[in-house]
């Protein structure tokens, strides 16, 4: 797979000598840059497109959203189903009606626009959701914050890949109406251990895997004391090595500012992105009662 490099930059050391920099000034054609995210859950499929045009620039064009472009999604790279572009999303769509995910199907995605040379492409195969044994320790219970550990069974003879998001419900004062309206934010959960917010049952096939984490009061549910929702994410693996390749840029940042080029894992031919495909489950889990039940969002709740 192609990687891309990402350039930490200073913006307080450079600002005051750097001008904007244009790609074309400096001999390298914009490409397009994907992002599309494959769920047999979601009811609908979003394809995000942006240029790659400007470097070290202010401007508003710089994530300028391509508006014109031919987006099409397969089953198996010859017949095609187009996307519909939503100005109001600012992405480009497909319902499920028109175009079901399933688990264990391979698609294919391509998009081509007019200011582009190149039409860009990409393919990734969605993961079965396997049945595991999922359990959750309680190891200490805080004023503020619980610790736990949670462990599952690795479906065996085959590469897995996992990640954890777990909601905070948070209240919206500016809804429609002047209602208030709760929405819930959801974070990836870190292991203590690895530093990791995605993981592998590499060297583990078949074996009980497990990862230990806090829970802040604002990841426990509020309204139902010591009880936390969460989803247990079953990613493919183009997912689990961008989410590394993001975790480790971030960190640079945050430790040192400006570092060494660091590589963004990227699958999208001809151009920038991440086309990959995820299943999950949603739970609520009661520390108190040590219950488990899945979970449906109510349809009052916004996800972000």
């Known amino acids: 797979m192609k990687r891309i490099s990402l350039y930490i930059l200073s913006i307080i ?39 790659s045009q400007n470097i ?24 095609w189903v187009k996307c519909s572009y939503d100005a109001k999303k600012e992405r480009y769509i497909l319902s499920k009606n028109d175009f079901p995910i399933r688990e264990g199907q391979t698609y294919y995605i391509r998009a081509k626009a007019p200011s582009y040379k190149e039409t860009i492409r990409a393919s990734c195969s969605v993961p079965y959701y396997r049945n595991i044994d999922l359990e959750i320790d309680t190891i200490e219970s805080f004023e503020f914050m619980i610790s736990a550990i949670f462990k599952w069974k690795d479906y065996p003879g085959e590469d897995n890949y996992y990640s954890f998001t777990v909601y905070s419900r948070n209240k919206d004062f500016n809804g429609p ?13 870190y292991d203590l251990q690895t530093e990791s917010q995605v993981f592998s049952d590499e060297g583990k096939d078949g074996s ?37 390749a993001l975790a480790k840029y971030y960190m640079q940042a945050s430790m040192y500012g400006l570092v060494e080029p660091s590589l963004l894992y990227n699958n999208i031919e001809n151009g920038y992105g991440l086309f990959t495909a995820f299943t999950f489950k949603t739970f609520q889990y009661d520390f108190t009662n040590h219950h488990f039940s899945e979970y449906v969002f109510p349809l009052k709740h916004k996800l972000q």
């Open 13 to 51: 050391a450079f600002s005051s000598c750097i001008d904007n920099v244009d790609v074309k000034e400096l001999g390298i054609e914009p490409k397009m840059v994907l992002y599309c995210y494959l769920s047999p859950t979601f009811d609908t499929t979003q394809v995000f497109l942006s240029n």
């Open 56 to 79: 070290l620039s202010y401007e508003s064009k710089v994530l300028g959203i391509i508006t014109d472009a031919k987006v099409e999604l397969s089953t198996n790279g010859k017949t």
């Open 177 to 189: 109406n002047s209602d208030t309206q709760t929405y819930l934010l959801g974070y990836y959960l």
């Open 208 to 244: 009980v895997l497990s990862i230990e984490s806090y829970l802040s009061n604002q990841q426990l549910d509020t309204m139902n004391a010591d009880t936390v929702i969460f989803t247990f994410n079953q990613i493919n693996k183009d997912l689990y090595l961008y989410e590394k």
